[in-house]
């Protein structure tokens, strides 16, 4: 009986995030969901992308956070729309409240969406939200066994990036191990190496991101 | 519907967790539960403290892990008791989990059983697994922000490790922030700074568990 209404609520999830995902591809809206351990750097990253772009984009954020908007916040210095769901417990953002908060966008006016998911490197990665690509985020200071300990991550997201490079000289972590794991469990992966401390890899990335919204625009 | 099957669930594993804590009294094992994001140390941790306190204690170590045996690998080196948990997917243990893995080993000669719970700052907080203590840990890469974004988990913890301070330095790392977002959430909490590199507050930790064991044994 638990695992049929387990079931359920899958199903419901990718019913709801199917239909999100031929929205956002028929309104031209990149959508990226972003996935990491707690403080690897989402929202700095956030902060430098959003930045960078916001002159030749329309950029919208929607922040996942279990009970504070701190990560809103510090997004606030920019004139861009934003939503925060907080989970009030929950590990996860799911396909029900994506639906809730896009009610807050007008998505004809919004060429890329960054979805801040909960810090959590299990669970976000089980859910479909409709995105057009999961990001998934490392830094250097976890540890270079975090694909090989947490491979679904790694199995469904498009690109990783290595974050927090500056930090390597102080830290044990050995970069061919990361890379010949990761390789391991998702050959095609894209890897950025970033540092949004020194910027380091932060062009690759931007260069990353405009790439995947041309694409959009061309078909 | 589902929120029955949910309370179904939670109570069962209460039940079983009570059980488990009267039999760790009875038997007079001290039970850690550590919990912490992916890669802020707790095997490192583990590492130094099975070192050090195995010749004063007969001590156990129970590996949450979803898929490999990595962080078990890493303590072979000491000739102690030790049982894997796969969780499969999941991302926290339950006390399911701990009584069946509690088979491997004879609690009359344990005095310290260390648990160390899969990665992850949200769901391990939720579920109790009959240990004495919640220890949490936070690395100072993470952000001085965790107490405040993550509250459940410094609510129950007893004491808190604030580990790598070692790379303060090069963080933007704010310890007065972190203190206050902690005390405000639980005034009673321990707090000890280390560093599993430099080894910078681990006699502090010893003596902690060793006088647990003391009150143990007094009772």
Redesign the interface.
């Known amino acids: ?2 695992i049929q ?1 387990m079931k ?2 899958m199903e419901d999830n990718i019913s709801r995030a199917e239909n999100l995902r031929k929205l956002f591809k028929e309104k031209k809206v990149l959508v990226l969901n972003l996935i990491s ?4 750097g989402k929202t700095s990253l956030l902060e430098k992308t959003i930045r960078n772009l916001k002159n030749e984009y329309s950029i919208g954020v929607i922040e996942g ?4 908007s ?1 990560d809103a916040e510090r997004l606030q210095q920019f004139d861009i729309p934003q939503v925060v769901i907080n989970t009030d ?1 929950a ?1 996860h953002l799911n396909s029900m409240s994506i639906e809730k908060a896009l009610n807050e966008f007008d998505l004809d006016l919004i060429d890329l969406l960054f979805i801040e998911n ?6 976000p990665s ?1 859910f479909d939200i409709g995105e057009s690509a999961k990001i998934a985020m490392v ?1 250097t ?3 270079d ?2 694909p ?5 991550l790694f199995q469904e997201a498009e690109t990783v990036l290595l974050n ?1 490079t ?2 390597i000289p ?2 044990n972590f050995k970069k061919d191990l990361f890379y010949r794991d990761l390789k391991a469990i998702n050959t095609d992966i894209k890897i950025i190496e970033t540092s949004c401390t020194t910027e380091e890899g932060l062009e690759e990335w931007y260069g990353w991101v405009r790439k995947k919204i041309n694409d959009l625009e061309v078909r």
Chains 1, 2 share one sequence.
């Open positions: 009986m638990e209404v359920a609520i351990s707690p403080g690897s956070d279990i009970t504070t701190r417990g590990c909960v810090g959590n490197l299990v669970c089980e830094s200071t976890e540890g066994d975090k090989a300990k947490y491979p679904l927090k500056d930090l102080y830290v």
